[in-house]
């Protein structure tokens, strides 16, 4: 654990964790509004985003790249309520029609503009490319305390820590009206509570975190982190606040044991080269609900049969 | 390129591309009536849950065959493994939204994301493997025709005509188990089996899909031609053969147009084909339409204009609305200078005398049968017969004279 652990493996990890509890946060709102796939969709929609900054702008940087996303991700959420409203389709189907068009569109657009001489490719865009953003200026833990060593961070690790101290500090916030129009819109709305407003900007902060971890870690942890650790936590427990917490608590597991298996786990088996940590970051992610599913003490539906 | 796509349109580009196209056709074909049965059951996204779980497989799959002294890439061979491990993430939606107290767009995308993430994980090993640089797996993502082979090709188009047969052959148990189980129940239908059959006819359009598709968007094509269909037609059994129709036309043209020019991948146009003929039908299809409804909006409106209007010459009170005017002017019930036209007196005294009518309809007879239908538009010879109104026209004495003030 020592220098070359700081330089190679401290930030990737730093913002995998960043990255998983942005998306976890929102993702138990979510998962309770029955709308968990909304963050798959806006995955899915922020590639034709960032391929159209792209073009407009020449140039891969991230801020236009992050606008574009944002504003797929808006387009998306316009669309599918628009369809859903002037069509009468299910949800589901509305969604996974806006979706896929959107993607199809943005993989056409990539392959037939010239994007051969910049990294911007469908695989970055889906696996992401966490294990290159090491701290190349550090030389050991003492670097954390050296200004131009610090200068030197990969820009994505204070972009994401920025992202998540405000999606924390949103749902801290604004937790009572969030809880109170999650669970029962009803009674929101007789209080007075803007609940249409609440949901809309919840699906807002949740497109904010997909698009800011997209960038970072790619479209699979993004979709995972919704679910994965908020599914899993709330099996554990019937009370929201212990359920947001293990669900922070279960993300950063999966970034760290998903970092650490995909970059020593090969070596151990005799193996040579990492494997894709974005992968197996989910992955993690999904052990660690599969073993919810199995074992935690709230698993069962209220009323179910069974053991 | 309108020449070259002609050509391939034709199936003139050459026998490779021609049976690409023709064996989309058939997979769009299957998918659009396959996928008709999800949308019913509204489980239209669990399909994509399927899709991505055959990463995994595809991944293993290579392994397993570079393991047995094979080169890995025999397609039957992946297209086995990616059933087998879509098979266990459809269970596992499935199980997961029966056991536990997730829901199943939860279950759905939880199996969605860590299959796919362990997919990746898969392909990054395979691609340290002496013989996996060159397996070409990041095909299976977004679909690759390019360096399709003829055996590739053919198991396409076989397996599609297969998937087409099964639901000519399923389509009334089908049909009867996504409106009402419990029903099909009573008739003595098996739903768990047919339950089964349905998902397996999904994995298997999924399956056929990948090589063409690739597992992103094969997706769209089980969910977009259904969804479409469904603007063109009231009854199912059209349902399902507009969306096979829907899908085999994306499809071939995808395939056709893909095959005319470089840099147009396959399977991204026949989603954009797809979802251009959903716009299509979401504004122009008669009846649940966009325009058809906008249309059938503004008719009313106009209806309810030249009511009111022709009720104010009645009652002689000035019009200042602009569109009651334009109305009115426009049948020729009034003139420029807003007075009443012959025409316009003796309409507008119809439509006072009915409403008079519907008055004392209202309180004769009291059954909403009748007095429901008033809405200020129909006119009471609609709902009554004469010797009805006759009756009502007692009670009303004989018709008033209406004065021509503007």
């Not at chain 1, 494997?275 to 179910?304: K, W, Y």
């Not at chain 2, 995308?109 to 990041?138: D, K, N, W, Y």
């Not at chain 2, 269909?229 to 994306?250: C, D, K, Q, S, Y």
Request: proline residues 4%; hydrophobic residues 55%; neutral net charge.
């Amino acid at each position: 654990m020592g220098a070359e652990f700081v330089q190679l493996s401290l930030t990737p990890i730093l913002i995998g964790i960043l990255a998983s509890i942005a998306c976890a946060l929102p993702g138990n709102f979510l998962i309770l509004r029955k709308q968990a796939l909304i963050g798959d969709a806006i995955s899915h929609v922020v590639l034709p985003g960032i391929v159209v900054a792209f073009l407009v702008t020449g140039v891969v940087s991230t801020w236009p790249m992050m606008i574009g996303a944002a504003g797929a991700a808006l387009i998306a959420v316009v669309l599918i309520e628009a369809i859903k409203r002037l069509g009468k389709i299910e949800p589901g189907a509305a969604m996974g029609v806006v979706f896929t068009a959107l993607f199809a569109f943005g993989v056409l657009l990539l392959e037939q503009s010239d994007t051969r001489q910049v990294h911007l490719d469908v695989e970055h865009a889906l696996y992401g490319n966490l294990e290159s953003l090491i701290w190349l200026s550090a030389d050991g833990w003492h670097s954390l305390l050296d200004a131009t060593a610090l200068a030197g961070l990969p820009p994505e690790l204070p972009r994401l820590a920025g992202v998540t101290l405000l999606i924390g500090a949103l749902t801290l916030i604004f937790w009572r009206p969030l809880k109170i129009t999650t669970f029962d819109e009803a009674f929101g709305q007789a209080l007075g509570l803007p609940t249409a407003f609440i949901g809309f900007a919840l699906v807002a902060v949740a497109a904010v975190a997909a698009v800011a971890a997209f960038d970072a870690v790619g479209s699979i942890i993004v979709i995972a982190m919704f679910i994965c650790p908020p599914a899993a936590a709330r099996l554990m427990t019937n009370r929201l606040e212990v359920q947001v917490a293990l669900s922070v608590l279960f993300a950063t597991i999966s970034a760290i044991l998903g970092y650490v298996l995909a970059g020593y786990g090969p070596l151990w088996f005799g193996g040579v080269h990492a494997v894709s940590a974005a992968g197996m970051i989910a992955t993690v992610s999904g052990i660690i609900l599969a073993l919810a599913c199995l074992f935690a003490p709230h698993r069962a539906r209220i009323g179910a049969t069974g053991p | 390129m309108p020449d070259a796509f002609l050509a391939a349109l034709m199936l003139q580009a050459g026998y490779n591309a021609a049976l690409v196209a023709i064996g989309a056709g058939l997979l769009g074909f299957a998918a659009g009536a396959s996928g008709t049965f999800l949308f019913l059951r509204k489980r239209a996204l669990v399909s994509d849950a399927v899709a991505h779980a055959t990463l995994p497989g595809v991944g293993i799959a290579f392994m397993v065959m570079v393991w047995l002294g094979g080169d890995g890439r025999n397609l039957v061979g992946l297209l086995v493994g990616s059933a087998i491990t879509a098979g266990i993430g459809l269970v596992l939606v499935e199980w997961i939204a029966r056991r536990t107290r997730l829901a199943e767009d939860a279950a759905i995308g939880a199996v969605l994301s860590v299959f796919f993430g362990f997919g990746i994980v898969l392909l990054t090993i395979i691609q340290t493997m002496p013989r996996g640089r060159q397996a070409g797996l990041e095909g299976f993502l977004l679909g690759s025709t390019a360096g399709m082979l003829f055996v590739d090709a053919i198991i396409i188009a076989v397996g599609g005509a297969l998937a087409v047969a099964t639901v000519y052959l399923f389509r009334r148990p089908m049909t009867l188990v996504a409106f009402d189980p419990g029903f099909a129940t009573s008739l003595g239908v098996n739903v768990r089996s047919i339950d089964l059959l349905m998902m397996g006819l999904v994995m298997a359009v999924t399956v056929i899909g990948l090589k063409l598709v690739g597992l992103i968007l094969i997706v769209a094509l089980l969910i977009i031609p259904p969804v479409t269909a469904r603007f063109w037609t009231e009854r199912t059994a059209h349902v399902i053969w507009i969306a096979g129709a829907l899908g085999g036309i994306a499809g071939y043209t995808g395939a056709a147009l893909s095959a005319s020019a470089p840099n147009l991948p396959t399977g991204p146009l026949i989603v954009l084909i797809a979802f251009g003929l959903f716009v299509a039908s979401l504004m122009f299809a008669p009846g649940r339409g966009v325009a058809a409804a906008i249309i059938r909006h503004r008719r009313f409106q106009l209806r309810v204009h030249r009511r009111q209007g022709l009720l104010a010459l009645a009652r002689g009170e000035q019009i200042f609305d602009g569109l009651t005017l334009k109305v009115l002017r426009r049948a020729g019930l009034i003139r420029p200078d807003r007075v009443a036209t012959e025409a316009g007196i003796a309409q507008a005294a119809k439509v006072s005398r009915d409403e008079s009518r519907w008055e004392i309809a209202r309180q004769v007879y009291r059954d909403e049968a009748i007095s429901g239908r008033y809405d200020g538009l129909t006119s009471i010879e609609e709902v009554l017969t004469q010797d009805e109104i006759a009756e009502l026209d007692r009670h009303l004495g004989p018709p008033s004279i209406i004065a021509r003030t503007p």
